[in-house]
């Protein structure tokens, strides 16, 4: 995705570079410049030519646990183009609602809906963040984390520093790299309060005015907070027009960080108390929560990326490359650069009869060291109703989604259908080119069938059909993949299962009909499959079906 999208925009494509990188388009340049002028439309066509559809993918914020996925019911701003800095139309992106849903992006052009409030997160204002998406200012990035001429952390080459070279006390302003280092260790050490005096932060401790009273300290603690750049960053917003205070959601509550006014006293300027003057944090209300704008994150995270190379996860080599070029200027880019693409699946242990065996994804199955008598055999046994363990329990669980499966294969599995749920087909076939089982289902019983609307459906349905794949299959819900594609996917999809021999009088666990969905999800365009579902099977139950009238276009 990276590649493709960075050579359309070199290329002076930004369309294209959007389509590379799953971002759907939902205006016009020259709708734009009719409704608002010309001068609009040519400085938004300035931002597009620059704008890095994949850099803004990888930094949006992603869902905690384990996931990969983008934080759902999001609006970012990216940009704005009224008479003032804070008014609107807006350039925003947004993601879709669903966290298990399509990991599609949609660039909007025009007002913020009310869907979208600037309190619980929702809403993420990201105009004085353009090194985040606007290949122009990527390489402000460094500055923004918190470094000078190197990243926290790390030499200017990429190199982690070692212990002894982290510093071991107050380094002083002088020092601003230095100052972030010793102010995170601070942090990770507990030491919360030292830390923020070290940024020159008031915590201010008094409780909330609540019925659920929450401690500061346990709150920061659970916040990965980038503390040098706090301040800095509420400065840019508060001198922008945004405002002085924001807060970032917590529990019932909230996390308060407000910049407090100096004191004056005849012609010189007097701090009276710790909690006047400067940055001040403090825990908020219920109330605090829904009337106080959020503050966005990167403004107040540490960057990602520094956390996952200082602690090993990951190497400088495999950053986005304008991340990487940022924060590590005297690394020279080598020619593997880039995040790792789908590797093919390694072999696992499994206990299997008092031995460990090893079983692996290959020849479109898990193979399993086992004669073809010893499998005949225990499909007897399971068809008895016996117990079916190890390799077999294994094999039969890859491909039912139900039962038992070393934690391995189903890191594996859930690992393949990440890569279906962000949409790389490319992976997906290579990783069956690989050899991987046609038949395997996830954990909710999908097949690959299931989840083509995620996919190029086009390439991988032939596929999936010449492998035997049961297009009749269904998931935990009882649904067929012909279920899946009239609720959520696109119209050439139902109409490749339909021509597969995909039965249309299916109806899933809670009775839900073809018809009751396309009424549900008002799909006026299966108009045609909703008038041969009343022609062939209208006794067929329809709940709670809203006017087909009223189904809008």
Known sequence: MIAQATERRLAGDWQ????????????????????HGAKTATRLDEDLRHFAPD???????????????????????????????????????????????????TLRFGEIGEQYPRQYGKLQDWRLARHLWDSRHSAELLARCGGGNRAPFFS????????????????????????????????????????????????????????????????????????????????????????SRFQVPYGVGAIVFELRPHRKFGK??????????????????RDDARSV?????????????????????????????????????????????????????????????GEWHKVRSGGGRLRIPHTAEEERRERAMRAFGGPVTGCFAAAQAWTSGTGWLPKALRQQRQEFFSLVQHGDTAGVLRLLDAGVDPHIRDGRQRTLLHVLHLLDHEVVLPRLLDAGVDVEARDHHGRTP???????????????????????????????????????????????????????????????PPPWEDVDD
Request: charged share 20%; net charge negative.
């Open 16 to 35: 294209g570079a959007c389509a590379a990188s799953n971002v759907d388009v939902d205006f016009g340049l020259t709708a734009v410049a009719e409704q």
């Open 156 to 243: 200017a080459d990429g190199t982690p520093r070692a212990a002894a070279e982290l510093p071991a006390h107050e380094p002083g302003a002088d020092d601003p790299v230095g100052r972030s280092e010793w102010a995170t260790l601070l942090f990770e050490r507990g030491d919360t309060r030292q830390a923020f005096e070290a940024t020159g932060i008031t915590l201010d401790d008094s409780p909330p005015n609540d019925r659920y009273p929450q401690r500061l300290r346990d709150a920061l603690a659970s916040q990965a907070l980038a503390l040098t750049r706090l301040e800095p960053e509420i400065r840019l917003l508060d001198a922008a027009g945004f405002g």
């Open 482 to 544: 012909l279920h899946v594609a009239v609720g959520e996917g696109p119209v050439a999809l139902v109409r490749a299962l339909l021509k597969a021999g995909a039965r249309t009088d299916a109806v899933d666990d809670q009775d839900d009909s073809l018809s009751s969905l396309i009424l549900r999800h008002r799909r006026k365009e299966l108009s045609f499959l909703y008038a041969a579902m009343v022609r062939d099977h209208p006794n067929l139950t329809i709940r709670y």
């Open 55 to 105: 850099l803004l993918r990888w930094h949006l914020p992603r869902c905690v646990y384990g996931r990969t996925t983008l934080l759902p019911g999001r609006c970012v701003i990216l940009a704005s183009y009224g008479a003032r800095p804070a008014e609107g139309p807006y350039l925003c992106a947004t993601t879709l609602d669903m966290v298990d849903g399509p990991q599609r992006l």
């Open 268 to 285: 010189g300027l007097i701090h009276i108390g710790p909690a006047y003057g400067g940055l001040c944090v403090r825990m908020g209300t």
């Open 293 to 353: 704008p959020s503050l966005p994150e990167p403004c107040c995270r540490r960057l990602p990326d520094l956390d996952l190379l200082r602690f090993g996860d990951i190497t400088p080599g495999e950053l986005h490359p304008l991340v990487s070029a940022s924060l590590f200027p005297a690394r020279t880019p080598q020619p593997t650069d880039g995040p790792p693409g789908p590797q093919p699946l390694a072999a696992v242990p499994v206990r299997c009869r």
